[in-house]
């Protein structure tokens, strides 16, 4: 039995919690939040104990493992004083800001497991792409493009003071609503030799120092990625993934995989338990965290662990590189 504390008790941790409760060898024992009104709020709906902040609760408690679902600035930091004590550590993207907050997380993994929140790996039609390419059955993969189509209004922005500044969420568009989209481009393509990128920010200037739209150009052993991500649109589209074979298309849109060859589309339904996801973000947050518990239990490494996110991590950070300041 894992005894568990949470610390963030913000929207994602509601996504957290509701897995965690429902998990058989979990003991979800403590929360902790900043604000005393939502971890009173999660005591109540979640039967754990509430506390005012990380430190009080774990020095109170005995946990085996913290699921960071606080600011993205705080994710390194609090990985590194679980890690200080024992306990291992399950973070929400990103996992960092920056580069000395990539390798504090870095460092907290040789201590302990570390689990990263990458969940739109564990989605069916993920999985399912993975195994096509694994099989060959269309050839070699030509090239990639990626679109997110979102809509990010000011209020989002507002809402809370460590949104929208390079000083605590890091960036925009990018680390916060495709990430995971570029996870998913840097697994199906692999570590790029070249990266060219171009942030701007449309219609959120005054309101954020970040972007509200990227766009990305890679190139690995000649095959070509794009990626265009915007917060700026009228409302949140499914993404779409699509991978170019020689021999056929592969698009990944909601749960589908959709295969085009000859003229000829093959809808192939990859369902997955949405209840607790969007179906524009997807829902693989119950396989990811069941898999790191999994892995806890029987030592196996864990697919989101910081060694195996580290592609994506230099990817992105270099993304930023070129941009600061570009705006």
Not at 20 to 45: N, Q
Not at 50 to 59: F, I
Not at 274 to 295: M, P, Q, V
Not at 316 to 327: M, T
């Amino acid at each position: 039995m894992f005894r568990v504390g949470l610390v963030g008790c913000g929207n994602i941790a509601h996504v957290h919690a509701a897995i965690l409760k429902e998990m058989k060898d979990v003991d979800f024992a403590a929360c902790a939040d900043i604000t005393p009104e939502r971890a009173a709020e999660f005591e109540s709906r979640f039967g754990c104990k509430a506390y005012d902040s990380m430190e009080q609760m774990l020095d109170a408690e005995r946990l085996d493992v913290v699921h960071l679902c606080t600011p993205h600035y705080l994710h390194p930091v609090m990985a590194a004083q679980a890690a200080a004590r024992g306990i291992a550590v399950f973070t929400e993207k990103p996992p960092a800001i920056d580069e000395a907050g990539w390798n504090q997380v870095l460092e907290a993994a040789r201590a302990v497991p570390v689990g990263i929140c990458f969940q739109n790996r564990y989605n069916a039609n993920v999985l399912a792409c993975r195994k096509i390419m694994e099989e060959g059955q269309y050839g070699a993969l030509k090239g990639i493009r990626a679109f997110v189509t979102w809509n990010r209004p000011a209020e989002y922005y507002t809402s809370a003071d460590w949104k929208g500044t390079w000083a605590t969420e890091g960036g925009g568009a990018l680390i916060n609503q495709s990430i995971h989209t570029l996870d998913l481009v840097i697994r199906f393509l692999g570590l790029p030799d070249e990266v060219e990128s171009a942030m701007r920010n449309h219609h959120l200037r005054g309101v954020t120092e970040v972007e509200d739209t990227v766009e990305i150009w890679m190139r690995k052993d000649g095959r070509t990625a794009l990626i265009y991500a915007s917060t700026a649109y009228c409302e949140d589209l499914p993404v779409i993934i699509e991978l170019q074979f020689e021999k056929a298309s592969v698009r990944l849109e909601n749960d589908m995989l959709t295969v085009i060859q000859d003229g000829e589309q093959t809808v192939i339904p990859c369902r997955t338990d949405a209840s607790l996801g969007r179906s524009y973000w997807g829902s693989g947050h119950k396989s990811c965290i069941e898999d790191f518990y999994r892995c806890l239990s029987t030592g196996e490494l864990f697919a989101n662990r910081p060694e195996a996110c580290d592609d994506t991590m230099k990817v992105l950070l270099e993304i930023y590189r070129q941009n600061k300041g570009a705006f």
